[in-house]
């Protein structure tokens, strides 16, 4: 029941959001590779992604632009040539759309479902249950679900490796390590930071060892067996998603380039502006992005776990079910503090799952120790994170919690947090509902919005807008995107939009202000 409560919510909420900035290149360009052979525009990306969202694409027999425009120079043909196959060849743009954003549906659904069916390994049904049921309530999680992007089939990917190599590490038998050498080589090959798996696997057996099981010979030597033949799998499986590419080569050059981009772009967090990364800006980030109900559940939960763990035995701790999803946490923490690439809370939503699974585990043990008013608060704090979260349909993406109650979003956090171009839909239906005829538009995204019906007069934008014809008289009144209005390092072209109050936030991230007379 949760599973399909989720899908129904960020199923019907992915209808209302117009295509978010980078989603339209891995549907686009895979469909195109699927067409021609040729999967080689996408360079600091593994390949999987073109697979797993062109093929649906592709399969609606699409019309393709013109192949001069995947050739002609520059870092971003690879955007050129998904907005002309999007909204320049003749094509459906919301079909498209509805066929590729279901792949990102379904690992939603996988993510919620496995985060049952892994956590009931070491918890029982009722506390399994609360773990999936903050996952389905995540709000990153159900707006990312609902965008045809890597961010969640990796979350499933990771979740799913981390459990896989934890039992690998008990039960180094051929079949368990294939498997998770497979699950590892799916979820590196959909995107890089996947490579966090690798000293996870690490801890995972060193805290198998520890545990007691170093003195099991037979264990020794099928560990060092099994690492022998899970690389071979997993070495094998990259390959040959990257068709043939033995020596992964391709899979190091364009992870090279990848870890080249991290350190460049301008980041933006309560109000500041610098370039790369910050320590603390996905832990500060997250901390905006979830419900403030589930920090009072985390908060019972470190006081359900120490009560139980204030004597205990080291050894029974390292074999404790618990330790994947928690040494799964702390690794990836672990990357997302130290990489420099501070643009999206997306990039830390596989911490998500794990993080509610450890909640779920320290929250049973208060339930089953504390009394009724202890259980009544868990009630109340669930309902409120339920509460918090729905409020936000369908704009998920956008969504902040109490913290930042009061604070505009473009003071707050953008880019591809709460800022993803998911906007257009909810302009064009404002534009209806009070008749504006054409408006003034700063976008940040790759969508066109003419594809959306909308007349405006271009302004500054991320991507240069068409400027279709507007009529001999300036807009009323002007929309900019948030990301847009927080202004850049090195350039501020809305910042007196800053000082002005919005007539209306409209599509969870575009601030209309006034320009004219009229107000709607």
């Known amino acids: 029941m949760i599973v399909a409560a989720f899908v129904a919510v960020a199923g019907a909420a992915m209808l209302h959001t117009s295509t978010t900035f980078d989603e339209i290149v891995f549907a686009a360009i895979g469909a195109r590779g699927f067409e021609t052979g040729h999967f080689d525009l996408v360079l600091d990306h593994p390949r999987l992604p073109q697979y797993l969202f ?3 694409v592709w399969l609606t027999s699409p019309r393709f632009p013109s192949e001069a425009i995947a050739l002609q120079s520059g870092g971003l043909a690879e955007y050129a040539y998904a907005r002309a196959f999007f909204w320049e060849a003749g094509n459906d743009p919301q079909r498209l759309a509805f066929a590729m954003r279901w792949v990102g549906l379904v690992f939603g659904a996988l993510t919620v479902a496995f985060t049952f069916v892994f956590s009931r390994r070491h918890m029982g049904v009722g506390a399994a249950t609360f773990a999936a049921a903050l996952v389905a309530l995540v709000p990153d999680m159900l707006a990312h679900s609902g965008v045809a992007y890597t961010d969640v089939p990796l979350t499933f990917g990771f979740l799913a490796s981390v459990y896989a190599l934890d039992r690998a590490a008990r039960d180094p038998r051929p079949a368990v390590v294939a498997i998770a050498a497979l699950s590892c080589a799916f979820t590196v090959s959909l995107k890089y930071s996947g490579v966090v798996l690798a000293p996870i696997a690490v801890a995972l057996v060193a805290a198998e060892a520890a545990s007691g099981r170093w003195t099991d010979r037979a264990w020794r030597r099928s560990i060092l067996v099994a690492v022998a033949f899970g690389l071979a799998v997993a070495w094998i499986a990259i390959a040959v998603i990257g068709q043939g590419d033995w020596m992964l080569d391709e899979f190091a050059s364009r992870f090279r380039r990848s870890l080249a981009q991290t350190g460049s772009r301008d980041s933006f967090l309560w109000g500041s502006h610098y370039l790369g990364g910050r320590w603390y800006f996905f832990p500060v980030a997250l901390a905006l992005k ?20 204030r004597h205990p035995q080291w050894k029974a701790l390292l074999s404790h079910g618990a330790r994947a999803p928690l040494l799964g946490f702390l690794f990836f923490l672990a990357a997302t503090v130290t990489v420099p690439l501070n643009i999206g809370t997306r990039h830390a939503l596989p911490l998500m799952p794990l993080a509610c699974i450890l ?42 919690n109490e913290y930042a109650s009061g604070r505009p979003m473009y003071e707050t956090l953008v880019d591809s947090s709460t800022d993803w171009g998911h906007g257009l ?19 940040f995204g790759s969508a066109m919005p003419e594809g959306y019906g909308i007349r405006y007069a271009a302004m500054p934008s991320y991507f240069p807008l068409q400027h279709p014809a507007v009529g001999p008289e300036a807009p009323p009144y002007i929309a900019i995107s948030a990301s847009l209005l927080a202004g850049t390092a090195s350039s501020d072209p809305y910042a007196e939009f800053r000082r002005a109050k919005p007539l209306a936030v409209v599509g969870g991230s575009l601030y209309v202000f006034e320009l004219g007379h009229r107000q709607p």
């Not at 109900?293 to 006081?303: P, R, S, W």
């Not at 909640?359 to 009394?371: C, L, N, P």
């Not at 008013?373 to 729905?390: E, Y």
């Not at 839909?425 to 700063?442: A, N, Q, Y």
């Open 54 to 56: 062109g093929l649906p």
């Open 290 to 309: 979830t419900p403030a109900a589930f920090h009072v559940l985390v908060l019972v939960a470190i006081a359900g776990a120490w009560s139980a763990w």
């Open 425 to 443: 839909i909810g302009l064009r239906d404002f534009m209806h509902e009070h008749e504006i005829d054409s408006i003034g538009l700063g976008y």
């Open 359 to 400: 909640v779920a585990q320290g929250v049973a043990i208060a339930w089953d120790r504390g009394r009724r008013a202890l259980r009544v608060a868990v009630g109340v704090a669930f309902t409120a994170v339920a509460l918090s979260s729905l409020r936000y349909y369908p704009y998920f993406l956008s969504y902040l």
